[in-house]
């Protein structure tokens, strides 16, 4: 693989691929070496799990990683992030995880400088996160064997959700049974790749093995799609009795950051069927098995 862009653009193959080599660096801990690779971090937006986790794996593979200071760059005085990019490859980086507000950068970085650079989109906008449903589906694996049987509960603001626009590209290229994504009718996906959406949380829960519960993304509503938070609560919070409506062994995730007390309480968050931290710990492997499939 050259780059890590987004599910849609990889094979089904390749995806599985990635998955095998996650669970296996997490059950062997036997990992290769890439000493001559370095990895770049370039997020212009906040992260604490992606970034960190793409250094942690960069360094589990004996890369060497630099984090760049975006607000002490070039790019201050005005340098474009191409050129940027190109800098940083003159001075021997080869990889870049890179997150941008603006959808579609890392594809449009990708056409522009070719082979020179391995890119991997660390999240763009409210387009794509193809990392995450890469740890998302790892950590499902781990604990439902059988995905065409399983029926995975998204709930919360799908217009402006990268992680539930990534997980549905996955969902679709491995073939899971059933995907449901449940919100209030104002933040309805403008377009659904693979699942059904529904806007009322018992109906949408009913029988789910998987409740994944999305961030409010207080900083993306636009003042028309703002909705109450204590009203958005009321419908569609995860709280103990609403996990209820789901099977009893369903398991609980969330890609973090967690706004406790507004989409999920802290009962179901720190609860026994809570999977979130592992979803956290898996971001390593996936992001391991990542830059290794993006060595030369
Ligand atoms: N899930 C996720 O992308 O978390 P961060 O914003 O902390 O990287």
């Known amino acids: 693989m050259q780059h890590y862009l987004d599910i849609a653009s990889c094979s089904r193959e390749e995806i599985q691929h990635l998955l095998h080599r996650a669970r ?34 960069a360094k589990n593979l004996a890369m060497k990683v630099v984090n760049l200071d975006l607000q002490a760059s070039s790019e201050q005085k005005g340098e474009v992030i191409e050129d940027t990019l190109l800098t940083l490859a003159a ?34 906008g409210k387009q794509a996160h193809p990392s995450q449903a890469l740890l998302d589906m790892m950590t499902i694996l781990e604990h439902k064997a ?6 995975v509960a998204i709930v919360g603001n799908l217009l402006h959700s990268r992680v539930a626009n990534s997980f549905q590209a996955i969902a679709k290229l491995l073939g899971l049974g059933e995907l449901v994504l449940i919100g209030p009718e104002v933040w309805q996906p403008k377009t659904v790749i693979y699942g059904q959406y529904c806007s009322d949380l018992q109906t949408g829960l009913a029988k789910a093995d998987v409740v994944m519960a999305l961030r409010v993304q207080k900083e993306r509503l636009a003042a028309e799609e703002a909705l109450d938070l204590e009203t958005y609560r009321q419908a569609y919070a995860i709280t103990p009795a609403s996990l209820k409506w789901a ?28 999977v979130i931290l592992e979803q956290v710990t898996h971001g390593v492997f996936a992001r391991m098995a990542i830059l290794e499939a993006l060595m030369d």
């Open 24 to 57: 296996t660096f997490k059950q062997s801990g036997d990992y290769p070496a890439f000493p001559k690779a370095c990895l770049a971090n370039l997020f212009y937006e906040n992260s604490t799990r992606t970034r960190v986790s793409f250094e942690l794996a």
């Open 247 to 274: 099977k009893p062994d369903a398991i609980v995730m969330h890609p973090g950051p967690m706004n406790r007390g507004i989409e999920i309480d802290s009962e179901v968050a720190d609860g026994p069927q809570s």
């Open 146 to 151: 059988d995905l065409s049987g399983l029926k």
């Open 91 to 124: 001075m021997g980086i080869s990889h870049f995880a890179i997150r941008h507000v603006q959808d579609g950068l890392p594809q449009a970085l990708a056409e522009k400088l070719g082979d020179r650079i391995h890119l991997i989109n660390a999240g763009d």
